[in-house]
């Protein structure tokens, strides 16, 4: 049985940083192409980055320059460093992957605010 699990989220000031965790079970993380989405009150969930088998990266134009998702093969987990944090930044991250089937984990709150 799959399981991914978000950790790191939080309360941080403007400016601020997090470093977001992406924990599975069941699966190895490797093998797959990861996601991190966010959704923020009243809106749809946003794609935010992503990573490939590869260690291709990619980034939502708002968070590029700001955001760094990276792998931990060793813990089987995914990261995503997160910098210069904006109020706009706030919502609840997800990780997502798909392997014959899509899995969500159940996401960590990020508040932006001073």
């Known amino acids: 049985q799959v399981q991914l699990v978000e950790s790191g989220g939080g309360l941080v000031q403007p400016g601020g940083s997090l470093r977001l965790s992406c924990a599975a079970s069941?699966?190895?993380?490797?093998?797959?192409?990861v996601n991190w989405y966010r959704q923020a009150p009243g809106k749809p969930r946003e794609w935010v980055a992503m990573?490939?088998?590869?260690?291709?990266?990619g980034y939502v134009d708002s968070v590029k320059g700001r955001f760094t998702i990276s792998r931990d093969n060793a813990k089987n987990t995914v990261c995503l460093q997160m910098n210069s944090l904006k109020p706009e930044d706030t919502a609840v991250y997800y990780c997502?992957?798909?392997?014959?089937?899509?899995?969500w984990g159940e996401g960590t709150q990020v508040t932006v605010s001073s």
């Open positions: 997502n992957i798909v392997s014959g089937h899509m899995y």
């Open positions: 990573i490939t088998t590869r260690g291709t990266t």
């Open positions: 069941g699966i190895t993380l490797n093998f797959v192409a």
